[in-house]
């Protein structure tokens, strides 16, 4: 039991350490784009928003494949 207590408590702790490393780079993120939209640096916002768009096509695709292959 003590073993299930223990998996469950470390489990517990990465989710809440990846929610927080989340949030964090979320507002790194939109730190970054305000500096460049302020800047009017053009370049560098495409950039960011360029990498965010990725992220997100990956995310979803991951979640597509997951789907497909009836993991989830």
């Not at 998996?7 to 507002?27: P, R, S």
């Not at 495409?46 to 096509?57: E, P, R, S, W």
Request: aromatic share 6%; with cysteine; glycine share 8%.
């Amino acid at each position: 039991m003590d073993d299930l207590i223990l998996a469950g408590a470390l489990a517990i702790i990465a989710l809440y350490t990846t929610a927080v490393l989340a949030v964090a780079g979320v507002i790194i993120t939109l730190m970054e784009l305000n500096n460049a939209v302020a800047a009017y640096d053009s370049v560098r916002v495409a950039a960011i928003l360029g990498i965010v768009l990725l992220f997100l096509a990956a995310y979803a695709g991951c979640g597509l494949w997951l789907q497909k292959s009836g993991r989830i």
